[in-house]
């Protein structure tokens, strides 16, 4: 059922130009922000410690702090609220050994004079498993790429390929410039969330780019931008609807979900709004400043339907035994 119906297709190339100067604004303050501010990286890629601990009240948080104070392995600890008001956690980029062996007993002793609580959780990573899996995560991500300019250069064409790519690092870019921003701490559910992208956001331009490839055998007119926009006025209702049902549960995650999946939820937010908007505005006209060629598309394809005619006219004869 198609909830936004069109008479007539939408003029959205002819301002291609717009929103390749908005997007291209955007990328720019995007990299500023990544260049200039950097990541705020959480224990897993910084490597310290992390302790989370919860009162049966509401935690005395400059309590804590002035008690940590007190021993010189806490010194520029970080102490933050997590979730409620009843929870803090406790942020050290020292190691495990400096901390001591058993850093919830050392934690307890600290903390006895401030109230009733618990240790919930103590994560420890070293530095250099920090930096270990920051390369990792990196080489992740450049593999992911890599993959899908193989696999879309396989199933359409090079220029849609580039394009998809290009689309691709646009919706990643902007969703780390956005962390940087806002300042979320970048760990392991950070990655998790910018590969989500990827596929969410390739997902989205595969089915406009089917649209578009569909429309080239169908529709008559040579003129790519007139193809286009009738494609992606064809597939908007279905790419409105999906993308308006998964922002609203991500959106349900990031304010009933917790501390602990704030930033993962934020990122996918972002990524769902910039992905939907680079679907249609961004992978389209790199299409068209790329050079597409209609006529040469519709020849190969021709060609590519004679071969298979020659094919299946071959088989049938050797079938008949005539050859």
Do not use: C
Request: glycine letters at 10%.
């Amino acid at each position: 059922m198609e909830i936004f119906k069109y008479k007539k297709p939408l003029s959205l190339m002819s301002k291609s130009k717009r929103f390749g100067l908005l997007s291209v604004t955007v990328l720019i303050l995007a990299l500023g922000l990544i260049i200039g501010k950097g990541f705020n990286y959480g224990i897993d890629f910084a490597g310290g410690t992390l302790i989370q601990v919860q009162y049966e009240g509401n935690a005395p948080i400059k309590e804590v702090r002035k008690a940590l104070e007190t021993d010189k392995a806490y010194e520029g600890a970080t102490v933050t609220f997590f979730g409620g008001e009843d929870e803090v956690v406790i942020r050290t980029k020292m190691s495990s050994k400096a901390l001591g062996e058993d850093v919830g007993d050392k934690i307890r002793t600290l903390l006895k004079d401030t109230g009733d609580f618990k240790v919930r959780r103590v994560d420890m990573v070293g530095a250099k498993v920090g930096s270990e899996l920051r390369e990792q995560g990196l080489m992740a991500m450049v593999l992911a790429i890599i993959g899908i300019l193989i696999y879309v250069s396989f199933r359409f064409e090079w220029r849609f390929a580039v394009a998809a790519v290009m689309a691709l690092l646009h919706d990643v870019t902007i969703a780390m410039g956005m962390i940087v921003l806002v300042g979320v701490e970048v760990n392991l559910d950070i990655l998790a969330a910018l590969l989500t992208i990827l596929g969410y956001s390739l997902n989205d331009t595969i089915i406009v780019f089917d649209r578009i490839r569909e429309g080239i055998r169908t529709i008559k007119d040579p003129d790519l931008g007139v193809i286009i926009d009738e494609s992606v006025t064809r597939t908007l209702s279905r790419t409105t609807l999906t993308s308006l049902t998964t922002f609203f549960v991500v959106l349900s995650l990031f304010l009933f979900g917790g501390e602990i999946i704030n930033g993962f939820s934020f990122t996918l937010l972002v990524g769902i709004v910039v992905g939907t908007y680079s679907s249609i505005f961004v992978a389209s006209p790199i299409l068209m400043w790329l050079g597409f060629s209609v006529s040469g598309f519709r020849e190969k394809e021709a060609a590519k339907l004679k071969r298979e005619k020659e094919k299946e006219k071959m088989r049938a004869m050797y079938e008949n035994g005539t050859i």
